[in-house]
């Protein structure tokens, strides 16, 4: 008989844990306590890159890169292909060698990543400076979408393979039977959901809880604790990029992380995409700041003139929240029986997601899951700082 499943959460992960288990003959329905996107996923920059020194997140970002580049071209949804370029300024010694010792790694894995002289950077890309830099590195399996286009995708997907999806739908967490309390604001999509203010208890045999940034206080509210802290990260988006170049005429620019800076950009449209921000401490998910602080955006201008010579003339600032734990590594999986998670993705979840979504889905159906992401592996209690998610690791 087929497995019921809850997936809790309509961003990338849980989209697509959703069509997975859909796929694979599972009854499930996903609920969204707003639209789909509405999450972490709708806020993201859209970077995505299989550049991973560690031999697990190589073979899963190998295996996301795959997923968005076959999933390109359908609905909204499109990968276009851009290389990624990491780069340390000169007198940044610690983030030079951290570079240096990163590209082996991952090309042992069988990424396609290479260190690159200033000269040759400079070649491919005139907009770009590079006379200050001590260390590059490109990689060239990668590319930049627009993350709120992915979600409506595989929610559509998951839709089509029978799956329910139910947005405007809040749900609670029951441990122990696993299972759901809805409180629906609207009328459900697919069918199925409640009148506005009702509240019913629905049981399943598995819930995935993939709710971001929520994702602890809802665990948490049903009694399991665990090591997870969301944080602040914020991004902005400027009219026009580098020499007046439409990026719609191939980029002008690669996406770039510039590591001594702290920040990234991409293209965007006919402008960059560009952010850091990211505030190390532990954010209230239900009270934070949604705009993008003058500071930051102060300092995303002072950083895109050095690296592209761009005068920005910002079109939007704003934030979103990523979360945070204890070894960087994600928390994915079961953690009690019938309970999975799927969350922890230290900035560079949707980049994985469609990679991450699967795995979870594998796992509710007992077919696999990755160890060294095992959610049991911490308690819940552990004391930890938030470390930068898209930094360059020492
Ligand atoms: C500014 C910014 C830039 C980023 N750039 C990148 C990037 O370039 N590349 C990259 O890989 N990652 C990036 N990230 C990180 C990325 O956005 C996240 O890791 C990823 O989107 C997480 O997806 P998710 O599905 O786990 O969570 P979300 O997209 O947050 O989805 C969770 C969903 O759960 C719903 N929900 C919450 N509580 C409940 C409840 N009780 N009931 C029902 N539904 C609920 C929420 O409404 C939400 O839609 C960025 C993040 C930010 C903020």
Not at 74 to 97: K, M, Q
Not at 111 to 123: C, F, T
Not at 141 to 157: C, D, H
Not at 262 to 284: N, Q, W
Request: net charge negative; hydrophobic share 35%.
């Amino acid at each position: 008989m087929a497995k019921h499943v809850a997936v809790v959460g309509g961003g990338a992960v849980g989209t697509t844990a959703a069509y997975d288990l859909a796929e694979r003959g599972t009854d499930v329905t996903l609920f969204e306590r707003e639209e789909i996107a509405a999450g972490s996923t709708g806020r993201a920059a859209g970077i995505v890159y299989d550049a991973f020194a560690d031999s697990v997140d190589a073979r899963v970002a190998d295996r996301a890169v795959e997923r968005f580049r076959e999933f390109s071209g359908e609905g909204d949804f499109s990968f276009e292909v851009t290389p990624y370029v990491w780069l340390a300024r000169e007198g940044d010694e610690r983030r030079a060698d951290a570079i240096r010792e990163q590209v082996p790694r991952m090309r042992s894995h069988g990424r396609d990543a290479a260190l690159v002289d200033p000269e040759e950077l400079s070649a491919e890309w005139p907009a770009l400076r590079t006379d200050d830099i001590a260390v590059a590195a490109v990689a060239r399996n990668a590319g930049r979408v627009r993350p709120e286009t992915y979600p409506p995708l595989l929610a559509e997907k998951a839709r089509q393979a029978g799956a329910r999806i139910e947005t405007g739908v809040e749900v609670s967490l029951t441990a122990d039977p696993p299972g759901v309390t809805t409180r629906s604001s609207k009328t459900a999509q697919g069918g199925g959901g409640s009148a506005e203010g009702d509240s019913e208890h629905r049981a399943f045999d598995a819930v995935l809880v993939a709710a971001g940034a929520q994702t602890k206080r809802i665990l948490s509210e049903a009694g399991i604790p665990v090591a997870l802290k969301p944080y602040r990260v914020q991004a902005l988006t400027t009219a026009g990029g580098p020499s007046g170049r439409s990026n719609e005429d191939g980029p002008a620019v690669p996406m770039t992380y510039d590591a001594t800076g702290e920040f990234y950009l991409r293209p965007y449209g006919d402008g960059l995409l560009a952010g850091d921000g990211t505030e190390e401490v532990e954010s209230d998910p239900d009270d934070w700041k949604r705009d993008g602080d003058d500071a930051f955006v102060s300092s995303m201008r002072d950083g895109l003139a050095h690296r592209v010579g761009v005068d920005a003339d910002v079109t939007d600032a704003w934030a979103g929240l990523c979360t945070a734990t204890p070894d960087r590594n994600p928390l994915l999986g079961e953690l009690r029986d019938g309970i999975y998670v799927a969350t922890g993705f230290q900035g560079h979840g949707f980049m994985r997601s469609s990679a991450l979504g699967e795995v979870a889905a594998e796992a509710i159906l007992g077919e696999g899951g990755i160890p060294d992401y095992d959610p049991t592996r911490f308690t819940g209690d552990e004391e930890f700082d938030i470390v930068e998610g898209m930094t360059v690791s020492e």
